[in-house]
């Protein structure tokens, strides 16, 4: 049994106000942590906040290592001398330095730590390249950042990064995060591109002939320098000092229009607390709506909203992140149990499919939160595309989403958030939701992501 009014669940599946608030974010093109495009993003969110009558609706500033983009190319020399410097051949990756590098290349595949152990000494002095691929074996996925530094470790000069999907789609995303800029130059090419570059590093390796000798040229124009982000905030429901958030990402990389991550999420925040908006007075808890900024160099929104709100005012956190690609939900609940309950609730009522993850994880903007003890889930949509699809290329774009998925994914987190915030004692509706010592996340987060965190520079228990 739903725990919303028929007619709230009736307006959920009839809105277009969600699609229409996405379709806007999609238009304004980059939304790059810290540009003039991000804050245009949050600022027509507030308005869909005012719009519909939400409390305390306003942006909060705060300052971030920006990076501009400039241009970025490789260029081969030997066995064959091209170069590739179109946009959808090669990009730089946000946070690294500008500079160029030349020297042979080597192929670590996937970037595990067995193929950078297998590639050894070779790697010294070499142009390192990995895909963007995690074997489907591997316990974990693995974040570009920790390939980018180990490849730094092990006396790389330059890293390119390889897309696993074919269509002329190099992808982008942050290595720097919170060292920036990064040590080496850094570009993601194309599957075609990065293809050609490991079968002639191949043939190079194999070949007696010097005729077959290869090498690569990295060459990235770009500047960090300091910038400001900013959060879209505003509240729903009755005056208490605790709060549910209800949350997203506004930005998004500058070489897409970010639809699904995530315009989307954000376009959810706004439709989500329209339709709260339209039970206030059930309330028992308020609900806190914000869309962060600059998620995608390094989670630094949510990490401002974490840093200044009492550990206590948070009752729990749901986060949405990549929540419109099909209308089947996945909730990532981090180990806790609580949240997982209300989740499995509330598609139990819908009749609707769930996946749920357990394991700790340090991506996304609930992370925050989660290593420090307070209740926190990622919730998105699962797809059949391998990895991040779409995501972080230049074909992430509204004809890649269906407005009944984005109807679908708002009732179901309507639902959520309206249990979380009207709690009572079963767990169905968020009566078993608790906070865990800070202590015991720590010793929760498996190795691999404890590796992860600690190579780039982002684990928070030494403080």
Not at 18 to 26: E, N, R, S, V, Y
Not at 134 to 153: C, D, F, L, Q
Not at 184 to 191: D, L, N
Request: charge should be negative.
């Amino acid at each position: 049994m739903t725990a919303l009014p028929d007619r709230v669940v009736g307006d959920a599946r009839t809105s277009d106000f969600g699609w229409d608030i996405l379709t806007d974010l999609t238009d304004i093109g980059n939304r790059m942590a810290g540009s003039a495009g991000e804050r245009r993003g949050a600022e027509r969110v507030v308005a869909a906040f005012e719009e519909v009558g939400l409390r305390n609706a306003g942006l909060v500033e705060f300052e971030i290592p920006g990076w501009w983009r400039g241009d970025a190319a490789i260029e081969l020399s030997g066995a064959v001398d091209r170069r590739h410097e179109r946009s959808h051949e090669v990009i730089a990756l946000p946070g690294t330095p500008a500079g160029e590098a030349t020297a042979p290349l080597v192929d670590v595949g996937d970037g595990t730590d067995e193929a950078f152990e297998a590639a050894g000494d070779d790697l010294d002095g070499a142009v390192a390249m990995v895909t963007s691929r995690t074997p489907e074996s591997h316990g974990r996925w693995i974040h570009r950042m920790e390939k980018y530094v180990n490849a730094a470790e092990r006396g790389a000069v330059a890293f390119v990064f390889r897309n696993h999907i074919e269509g002329a789609l190099p992808p982008t995303g942050e290595i720097g995060y919170h060292n920036r800029p990064g040590p080496i130059p850094a570009v993601g090419v194309s599957k075609e591109v990065g293809e050609r570059l490991a079968r002639l590093a191949e043939d190079a390796a194999t070949s007696a002939d010097a005729a077959d000798h290869l090498d690569v040229t990295v060459e990235v124009d770009c500047r960090n320098e300091p910038a400001t982000s900013i959060n879209a905030v505003a509240d729903v429901g009755p005056d208490t000092d605790e709060a549910v958030l209800l949350t997203a990402h506004v930005d998004a990389h500058d070489v897409s229009d970010g639809a699904n991550d995530n315009g989307a999420g954000s376009a959810l925040v706004a439709e989500v607390g329209r339709l709260l908006a339209s039970v206030e007075d059930d309330l028992d808890t308020r609900v806190r709506l914000i869309t962060f900024g600059s998620e995608e160099i390094g989670l630094w929104g949510a990490y401002h909203t974490a840093e200044t709100t009492p550990r206590d005012e948070i009752a729990c956190v749901v986060n949405l992140d990549g929540a419109c690609s099909s209308r089947n939900l996945r909730v990532g609940t981090n180990g806790f149990d609580g949240m997982r309950a209300v989740f499995e609730a509330v598609t139990d009522a819908f009749d609707a499919p769930l996946s749920v993850g357990e394991t700790i994880s340090p991506h996304g903007d609930q992370w925050a939160f989660v290593q420090e003890g307070i209740p926190a889930v990622m919730a998105s949509t699962t797809s059949d595309r391998s990895g991040r699809g779409w995501g972080h290329t230049h074909a992430d774009t509204l004809d890649k989403l269906d407005p009944r998925d984005l109807r679908e994914v708002a009732t179901l987190i309507a639902e959520a958030t309206y249990r979380l915030a009207t709690p009572g004692d079963d767990a169905a509706h968020g009566g078993a939701v608790e906070h865990r010592p800070r202590d015991e996340i720590r010793r929760s987060i498996p190795s691999g992501y404890v590796q992860e965190l600690k190579t780039g520079g982002r684990w928070p228990y030494d403080r």
